[in-house]
């Protein structure tokens, strides 16, 4: 279906044999890139619904292998800062704590902590814009599915069919019924974070898996786990909460156009929460602009 090919970071056999993910030989390390969103990340296969997404390589395609913003005092394209992986990690371990139904951040590997080929010794000592070092990690994630929502748009329609039919396979439905399954366990997932005080202020197509994965957690607010840019997250919760049920709605919608259906906010929104009230009814019950939209009687929030 798609081409896997030798796994390597920064074009390198050497760095890839070096980062390799615990307990997979190099030498049996087959790496995917889903689409080119996937900049710095690459998809090593376990098994079929088994997947570690590694994260922080460089960029994947044609062009730089890292780019450093002039604009931005903190901004560093193809890296994957320390901070932000400790940061994701300590939030993994949070979620686990109130459900196994998520994607595990595994560990994180700093390249300050291994003896790197001489040619990418600079690694350790590349600084933003503003001095600061970055201080590089790669970070390792287990999925269900290698692909998020956003890839689709790369894809032709016969891949697409062929990773929806994988997905629809993994929850036993008809294709039918695929985009409200989506749907609904997204939903049933924003619920269990929220019920137990997550937000994710970042939800959107490209870190949502095609099996309602929710990934990338470095900037999801956590009860007890601080932002590295000292952002206080406990602030307007409520605001944030009906926010990010807006956002599923929107994913599923711009998952709905990528495989030409024809379902209107409306629909997903409400397919989403149906999932979202299976974890946490009371939020909806009590929330009088959730009630006004489902009845389609708010269009100004």
């Not at 990773?163 to 695929?178: G, V």
């Not at 919608?253 to 946490?280: H, I, K, R, T, V």
Request: charged share 25%; net charge negative.
């Amino acid at each position: 279906m798609h081409k896997q090919e030798q796994l390597k970071l920064f074009n390198s056999a050497a760095i890839g044999r070096m980062f390799s993910p615990d307990g997979i030989l190099y030498e049996d390390c087959k790496a995917l890139i889903p689409s080119i969103i996937h900049g710095r990340s690459v998809a090593v296969k376990k098994s079929d619904y088994c997947w570690i997404l590694i994260k922080g390589g460089g960029w994947n395609y044609n062009g730089p292998l890292i780019y450093r913003s002039k604009k931005d005092d903190e901004l560093i394209f193809g890296l994957n800062p320390s901070d932000a992986g400790q940061r994701e990690l300590a939030v993994s371990r949070a979620i686990e704590k109130i459900s196994d139904e998520f994607p595990k951040v595994l560990y994180y590997k700093r390249f300050a902590d291994q003896k790197l080929p001489s040619e990418f010794d600079f690694l350790k000592t590349v600084r933003y814009s503003n001095g600061r070092l970055v201080d590089p990690c790669l970070t390792y994630t287990e999925v269900k599915c290698p692909f998020r929502v956003l890839d689709l748009a790369y894809q032709t329609n016969d891949e697409k069919e062929l990773i929806i039919n994988k997905c629809c396979a993994y929850w036993n439905i008809d294709k039918s019924r695929y985009v409200e399954k989506f749907a609904y366990e997204l939903g049933r997932h924003v619920g269990i974070l929220h019920k137990n005080h997550f937000i994710n202020d970042t939800l959107e197509y490209s870190n949502v898996t095609l099996l309602s994965e929710i990934v990338d957690y470095e900037l999801v607010t956590a009860p007890d786990v601080p932002f590295t840019n000292g952002i206080d997250g406990s602030v307007m919760p409520d605001e944030r909460r009906e926010k990010e049920i807006l956002y599923g709605a929107e994913v599923t919608l711009q998952l709905s156009a990528l495989l030409y259906d024809s379902l209107s906010l409306y629909d997903c929104y409400s397919m989403f929460l149906s999932g979202y009230c299976e974890e946490n009814p009371e939020c909806v019950r009590n929330n009088e602009e959730i009630q006004q939209i489902l009845n389609r009687s708010k269009y100004i929030l």
